[in-house]
């Protein structure tokens, strides 16, 4: 397993923009899908993005395709979410998580690392 540490969270004005942070130690970086899942007050935690421990294939969800770009540096062991456009709905603690040799396409179930979440919060 991964030890994540995320960073980059904070107060942004709607339309403004946010890059999210996640270093990893503990395993081999490159052999892990990474990605971002977040969890607003009284919702469940959902998907945002993620990218793949072998061709570096990225997915995300919906409402932040167009938006939000995922990306890692696996000489730095750190992943990254570069957030723009953001809009109130995007308010949420964001997690960073990690999957061994896993797909992009895998359920939250499938993810076996957390990191314990940076606030971002969207508002006027």
């Known amino acids: 397993q991964l030890q994540l540490v995320e960073s980059g969270g904070g107060l942004v004005q709607p339309g403004g923009s946010l890059r999210l942070s996640c270093v990893a130690s503990?395993?081999?970086?490159?052999?892990?899908?990474v990605g971002w899942f977040r969890q607003a007050p009284g919702k469940e935690r959902e998907f945002v993005a993620n990218i793949g421990w072998k061709s570096g294939t990225t997915n995300y969800a919906n409402p932040v395709t167009g938006r939000f770009t995922i990306s890692r540096d696996n000489a730095k062991n750190t992943l990254y979410l570069q957030m723009n456009s953001l809009k109130p709905d995007d308010t949420a603690v964001y997690y960073c998580?990690?999957?061994?040799?896993?797909?992009?396409?895998?359920?939250?179930?499938?993810?076996?690392?957390w990191g314990q979440g940076t606030q971002v919060t969207v508002s006027d």
């Open positions: 503990g395993d081999t970086f490159s052999h892990y899908t």
């Open positions: 998580t990690a999957a061994q040799y896993g797909n992009i396409w895998i359920s939250i179930s499938g993810y076996d690392s």
